[in-house]
């Protein structure tokens, strides 16, 4: 098996030899070992992106809309990527942003889940008809699990979810009272002896 | 009395970081004291007549345990290289994570010896090999069987009976990935786990001498007497591999420097010097300046540096000597000022090194802060805008900015990765073809290059926005960032200019690990020593902390 440690360096030197920058290398190397480490392929997907990445043409995107189109050739998941990472803190008063026609859009996945990390925001990505909850790059719960390469998505939506309970007041209020019968009830006597602190603090 | 950091532009400069020695924060030092109530045990000892078998040493504790297994291989004496380029080796280690089975032992005995080519698994932690000092094993063996100790005077120039080549962790070859431990205490400290694999290696080097000897000559034979066993350590030869490493990790960079920062700054803050620590630190000196006769090497670049330290170590102890009388405060703080004004480098980082030995109570809380979550620092704030950055470039990078890469003799050479060996290597880029392919560690170069850029920009302008239209400078705006939170976390110099010395890079690594005896075999590789003087793994639960001072005699 190969190390994460592995993934990263042989991803980081393989998208280098693509003609990517350092920095933008530095970047997919750290991807596609967060894919693998999810447990999403993303040697699969990449591997796949090189191998037609001279042949097949991608569109480059640099400022990202809320609706953002190729009707030629499909966006590059790496610029979309990186370039989404970097505006995400103003991507996220859109609300909602949709994609259509991205090429590998798994090798785009990972750089929505540091973005997610980055706001603070949990992010809900729909790929065609597979879901994806991105949680601050901690985790990511999907429905897509098994082991297609996916060369191409019609449309990518992303959601960027409101930091917000996802239970009830009252399903709160129920464990809180069941919490509360861990405390001892203080008695007159103890309310005097047992703080720590002095009864008045005026002195 | 407020004491500054010292200046990382003076302090990050490689000719600085190439004088720097071990001290109270090397990860040998602190592994054996984080070790010293472990349990050691040598679990299986596998070896034939000629010292070629298989043998498993441990340390466990509760319900842990870490496994060294040992390969003894034959080699012919005309495969035996300590370059990287090698493909055999007196002897391969791995350290397990826990017992090792049957199974597991079978396993690793058909890959650890092939290094490189064989692969590991996540049960396996840190991967070495390591080749006999010829000058020494046979006369050492010799010795034994005949009943006698070895010729010290021979064996101590060395210093060792086997020289490791190198030591892997972290991931390489299919190791355990570093986040699968690093939650464990006991490795909380850097490179715990490669220091564990080389002390334990030590012993198993003393085993095998002891082993051939006895079945050589059952009935004269004696074993290697334990004093000189404690004198001795084990070598390594290093390359250019190590160099890229303190390039690319700046923040575990900045983390090793600026626990040695604070600790000089606390120790010159110290108003009442307490007698006691005063004679120990005097001590200490005068113990490294009589070991220093046994620090030898050919090379006359460090030759030249040895001259000049043992002249201000005259200097320094004559100082001291009348110092000794007076009772100044911040007797630590006044030392350092005179060093700087009157010592070279070389002294002054040896004096800051031996400055902490007192001072435990100082030096513990910060080997804890050795350690770096690097990938908390990965992400570029795009949120920030490019005025702040050109503020973090002239502020933290204001010497490399003057440096003028149009000229031919500071764009020199160019750093580049093997095919052949996937190792780093330095070449020059007028004389050798490849430089298209080279590797990102050039930073004084490319960091003017971002100035540069930037210099044509709007101050508001975001730094996402910067980078959507000059993503080739993303790996030097990332950095930009670090040294901004992390000021020790780059080196201060020209990496690519023609008075490189890149064993200066070793050397501070090397430094760090608690490698003594530098001896550099060119400009791009040494041989060190490490664990010379250690107590032995029998030794372990008492033994003198200033051990590496210990007088070899």
């Known amino acids: 098996m190969k190390s994460f440690s592995e993934i990263d360096t042989i991803s980081k030197r393989a998208s280098r030899a693509l003609g990517y920058s350092w920095g933008i290398s530095e970047e997919i190397g750290k991807n596609i070992r967060l894919l693998e480490m999810f447990g999403l392929n993303g040697i699969k997907n990449f591997n796949a992106y090189c ?17 953002n189109y190729s009707k030629t050739s499909p966006f590059c998941p790496i610029t979309t990527g990186v370039n989404f990472l970097d505006q995400v803190t103003i991507l996220e008063e859109l609300t909602d942003l949709e994609f259509q026609n991205v090429g590998f859009p798994l090798l785009f996945l990972p750089f929505v889940s540091r973005a997610s990390e980055i706001i603070g925001k949990k992010i809900f990505l729909k790929l065609d008809n597979r879901e994806f909850l991105l949680n601050f790059n901690q985790s990511i719960f999907t429905n897509f699990l098994n082991n297609e390469i996916i060369d191409n998505s019609k449309i990518i939506n992303i959601k960027f979810l409101t930091n917000k309970d996802s239970f009830t007041d009252n399903e709160w209020k129920n464990l809180l009272n069941l919490s509360h019968e861990t405390f001892v009830d203080e008695s007159e006597e103890l309310k005097k002896s047992a703080a720590g602190a002095g009864l008045t603090d005026n002195d | 009395m407020q004491i500054k950091l010292r200046n990382p532009k003076d302090v990050m400069k490689l000719s600085k970081l190439g004088c720097f020695h071990q001290s109270k924060l090397s990860f ?77 032992i079978e396993r690793l005995a058909l890959n650890v010896p ?12 840190t991967l070495s090999r390591a080749n006999k000092s010829l000058r020494v094993f046979n006369h050492v063996i010799e010795s034994l069987s005949n009943g006698k100790q070895p010729d010290l005077e021979k064996l101590y120039k060395v210093g060792y009976l086997y020289r490791t080549t190198a030591v892997y962790g972290s991931g390489k070859f299919g190791l355990a990935d570093r986040f699968r431990i690093k939650n464990r205490e006991e490795i909380f400290g850097p490179f715990r786990l490669e220091m564990m694999l080389v002390y334990l290696v030590r012993q198993f080097t003393f085993d095998q001498v ?72 005097k001590s200490t000196l005068l113990k490294f300046k009589e070991n220093l006769t046994l620090w030898n090497t050919e090379s006359e670049f460090q030759r030249k540096k040895i001259q000049g330290l043992i ?16 009772a100044d405060n911040y007797l630590f703080n006044e030392i350092y000022i005179w060093s700087e004004g009157n010592l070279g480098d070389e002294c002054i980082e040896l004096i800051v090194s031996i400055m902490m030995e007192p001072y435990d109570e100082i030096v513990e809380p910060l080997i804890l802060k050795m350690s770096s979550d690097e990938e908390k620092y990965f992400d570029i704030p795009c949120d920030r805008t490019v005025h702040e950055l050109r503020n973090i470039l002239e502020s933290n990078y204001n010497e490399i900015l ?25 070449s020059n880029r007028h004389l050798e073809t490849g430089s298209e392919l080279e590797q990102p560690l050039a930073i004084a170069r490319d960091i003017k290059k971002l100035y540069e850029n930037i210099s044509n920009q709007k101050n508001s302008m975001k730094i996402g926005k910067f ?34 010395m890149p064993i200066d890079m070793l050397r501070l690594k090397l430094s760090f690990f608690g490698a003594v005896k530098f ?23 008492s033994f003198n902390d200033q051990w590496i001072y210990n007088t070899i005699n």
């Open chain 2, 467 to 500: 980078l959507s239209e000059n993503n080739e400078l993303r790996h030097i705006v990332r950095r930009a960032f670090i040294i901004e939170k992390f000021p020790y976390s780059e080196i201060q110099d020209n990496t690519i200019g023609c008075k490189l």
């Open chain 1, 51 to 67: 191998s037609v990445f001279k042949k097949r043409k991608f569109q480059n995107i640099a400022l990202i809309a809320k609706k």
């Open chain 2, 311 to 326: 002249l201000d170590l005259k200097k320094i102890i004559h100082y001291l000597d009348i110092k000794d009388q007076l």
């Open chain 2, 210 to 281: 002891n082993h051939i000897s006895k079945l050589k000559n059952p009935k004269k034979a004696v074993e290697l007497d334990r004093k000189i066993c404690r004198n001795l350590g084990i070598g390594n030869s290093t390359g250019l591999g190590m160099a890229p490493f303190i390039v690319n990790h700046p923040t575990l960079l900045n983390n090793w420097i600026e626990a040695r920062e604070n600790a000089l700054a606390s120790i010159r803050k110290i108003k009442n010097v307490k007698n006691e620590d005063f004679i120990l630190f």
């Open chain 2, 114 to 125: 092939k290094q490189e080519v064989g692969r590991l698994s996540y049960k396996e932690l």
């Open chain 2, 402 to 426: 003057r440096i003028d890469f149009k000229k031919k003799e500071n764009n020199q050479n160019f750093w580049f990765i093997s095919k052949n060996k996937e190792e780093p290597r330095l």
């Open chain 2, 28 to 104: 040998l030092r602190s592994f054996l004291k984080e070790f010293k109530n472990w349990n050691y045990n040598r679990d299986l000892f596998n070896l034939d007549e000629n010292g070629y078998g298989h043998a498993v040493y441990s340390f466990n504790k509760n319900s842990r345990t870490y496994s060294l297994i040992c390969f003894g291989n034959k080699i012919d004496d005309k495969e035996r290289s300590d370059r990287v380029i090698a493909t055999k080796w007196d002897a391969a280690f791995a350290l397990y994570d826990g017992i090792p089975s049957k199974k597991d």
């Open chain 2, 519 to 541: 001896d550099p075999r060119s400009d791009k590789w040494l041989r060190i020593t490490m664990f010379q003087g250690a107590p032995l793994p029998d030794e372990l639960e």
